[in-house]
């Protein structure tokens, strides 16, 4: 990835384009017109394409990571996100409409098993770290599922505790045993044993949690609580937030990623057509930068490892 070209991919949902940020300039250098309803820009295994994910446009447009550009758009239907298994082998297509997840050719994007679920809002996903199974969050029905990547079937489900559970955003912690979840409604995380799948513990960080991202040293978890327009800076070492950082005014923080070198947290404002720049040292704001509407999984490019899980940048 050493060729490939610094950049800030913004999918802009209700504008049908994706706007190209230069993190050095902070500033918008274009904005490209994809498919309806673009949800995420999702890195892909190989690490040779960058796929952004037209939700209700039903199709994945290309991006070539080397050049910036935009490619041939590829039907696909229904796909609010994508994974892809530890190994390469196949695409995962979260149907979230349609109550399916799809596993696909990582290149082509053939179907060659579909997996009906029976819960609502299926979307985001992790993997452990031998890859025999990924948690999936399902958003409107409050439950987790756990499935095995080889037999491409449901082997565990569980119902959130709480009243209205609303799971968004799921990581694995870097001990490789806690899982973390984001609940939109409950406005905190869960804390979950992936391998027993047990009860989870919560702690709580703001309105509307959302998007997790750990930190380049592994000692955090950045929770965005897109109702409050914060940030909690969450330890795994003590499990609770360390600190709370406010994005000054208006803000909406929702889905993004860290800069290659960690010291910046690229986020978009899901209701303020906009995008964060901020640095992770002390949560001060770099830059507020104006993009099309309901701006959402954005894509910081490059990024270190040697594949990609898949979402907005899940390298291992």
């Given amino acids: 990835m050493r060729h490939d070209r610094q950049l800030v991919y913004?999918?802009?949902?209700?504008?049908?384009?994706?706007?190209?940020?230069?993190?050095h300039t902070y500033q918008v250098t274009r904005t490209v017109p994809v498919g309806r309803g673009p949800q995420h820009v999702v890195p892909s295994w190989d690490l040779r394409t960058l796929w952004v994910n037209n939700n209700t446009g039903d199709s994945l447009t290309p991006i070539n990571p080397r050049t910036g550009t935009f490619g041939r758009p590829v039907p696909v239907d229904d796909?609010?996100?994508?994974?892809?298994?530890?190994?390469?082998?196949?695409?995962?297509?979260?149907?979230?409409a349609h109550h399916n997840i799809v596993f696909r050719d990582p290149h082509t994007m053939a179907v060659t098993h579909v997996l009906p679920v029976d819960c609502g809002g299926v979307n985001h996903a992790d993997f452990s770290p031998d890859g025999r199974y990924f948690i999936v969050?399902?958003?409107?029905?409050?439950?987790?599922?756990?499935?095995?990547?080889?037999?491409?079937?449901?082997?565990?489900?569980?119902?959130?505790?709480?009243?209205?559970?609303?799971?968004?955003?799921?990581?694995?912690?870097?001990?490789?045993?806690?899982?973390?979840?984001?609940?939109?409604?409950?406005?905190?995380?869960?804390?979950?044993?992936?391998?027993?799948?047990?009860?989870?513990?919560?702690?709580?960080?703001?309105?509307?949690?959302?998007?997790?991202?750990?930190?380049?040293?592994s000692r955090y978890l950045y929770v965005t609580n897109r109702g409050a327009g914060t940030i909690s800076v969450v330890s795994f070492a003590t499990r609770t937030a360390e600190h709370t950082w406010?994005?000054?005014?208006?803000?909406?923080?929702?889905?993004?990623?860290?800069?290659?070198?960690?010291?910046i947290l690229w986020l978009s404002g899901r209701y303020h057509h906009e995008v964060y720049?901020?640095?992770?040292?002390?949560?001060?704001?770099?830059?507020?930068?104006?993009?099309g509407a309901e701006p959402h999984g954005l894509c910081v490019w490059p990024q270190p490892g040697r594949y990609s899980l898949g979402h907005t940048g899940i390298l291992r």
């Fill in 137 to 217: 969050t399902c958003e409107f029905s409050g439950d987790l599922l756990k499935i095995d990547t080889s037999g491409q079937r449901i082997i565990a489900r569980m119902h959130l505790p709480g009243e209205h559970p609303m799971p968004q955003d799921i990581k694995i912690a870097p001990d490789g045993r806690t899982w973390y979840v984001a609940d939109m409604q409950a406005s905190g995380v869960w804390l979950l044993d992936g391998d027993s799948f047990t009860t989870p513990a919560f702690l709580p960080t703001g309105d509307g949690a959302h998007g997790l991202y750990p930190s380049r040293d």
């Fill in 246 to 263: 406010r994005i000054p005014g208006h803000a909406s923080p929702d889905m993004g990623g860290l800069s290659p070198d960690g010291t």
């Fill in 79 to 96: 796909p609010y996100n994508l994974y892809f298994t530890p190994d390469g082998r196949y695409a995962i297509v979260m149907a979230e």
């Fill in 277 to 291: 720049a901020i640095r992770t040292t002390d949560g001060h704001l770099l830059a507020r930068i104006r993009v």
């Fill in 10 to 23: 913004v999918p802009n949902f209700a504008s049908n384009t994706v706007s190209i940020i230069d993190p």
